[in-house]
C-alpha cells in the first residue's frame, strides 16, 4: 500500500508542477497562456494539412493561445509551403500534392516593439501523412523558444505599457 500513495503523491506533485494553479483557474486562462501567431502561405495539399494540423495543436495545447493577429506579445510562426512535385517534368502527376517543402521562420513580438524579432528558421520535407508528426516537432521548438525568451516575456508582462500621447489617442 505505501508504494501506490508514494506514486499517487509523486503523481500529483507533477500534475501540480505542469500545470500550475493559475492556469486551471476559471477566467485566467487566456492571461496564462502565450500567444502564438500562426501565419500559413500553404496552397498545396500536404503543406495545408500540416498547417491546419499546427494550428489544432497550438489550439488544444494548454500552453499557448492560437491568435490571428499579433496581440501584445508572442511567438510567430511563419509557414509558406511549396509543393515538391508539382509541374516537374518526368515525374509522375500521381505524386503531386503528397509531399511539401515547408520553409518556418519563429519570430518573437510584442507591441512595444517596432517589428517582429527573428529568433530561428529551418526548411523542412512533410508529406501528407506526416503532417501530425511534424507538427508536433514544431510545436516543441515553439516550447524551446518559449523557455530560451521566458525572462523577455516576464519583463514585458510585468513592465507596464507606457500612456499613450494625446496624438496616439486621436489615431487609436
Known amino acids: 500500500m505505501k508504494p501506490n500513495i ?3 503523491i509523486g503523481m500529483l506533485a507533477a500534475v501540480l508542477l505542469i500545470f500550475p ?4 483557474a476559471a477566467g485566467n486562462e487566456n492571461e496564462t497562456r502565450l500567444s502564438v501567431l500562426v501565419d ?8 495545408e494539412s500540416f498547417c491546419s494540423d499546427f494550428k489544432d495543436k497550438v489550439r488544444d ?5 492560437l491568435v490571428d493577429h499579433a496581440d501584445a506579445y508572442g511567438i510567430g510562426v511563419h509557414l509558406w509551403c511549396v509543393d ?11 505524386l503531386s500534392g503528397t509531399m511539401s517543402a515547408v520553409s518556418v521562420a519563429f519570430t518573437i513580438y510584442s507591441d512595444r516593439l ?9 526548411v523542412f520535407r512533410v508529406g501528407k501523412g506526416a503532417a501530425d508528426e511534424m507538427s508536433g516537432r514544431i510545436l516543441a521548438a515553439v516550447g524551446q523558444l518559449a523557455t530560451a525568451n521566458k525572462a523577455v516575456f516576464e519583463h514585458i508582462r510585468a513592465t507596464p505599457k507606457p500612456a499613450a500621447t494625446p496624438t496616439q489617442r486621436i489615431i487609436e
Open 6 to 8: 508514494a506514486a499517487s
Open 40 to 47: 500559413c502561405h500553404c496552397s498545396d495539399p500536404a503543406g
Open 84 to 94: 515538391l512535385f508539382a509541374g516537374l517534368p518526368g515525374v509522375d502527376s500521381k
Open 114 to 122: 517596432p517589428g517582429e524579432v527573428y529568433e530561428d528558421s529551418s
Open 61 to 65: 495545447s494548454v500552453a499557448y493561445r
Open 21 to 24: 494553479a493559475q492556469a486551471r
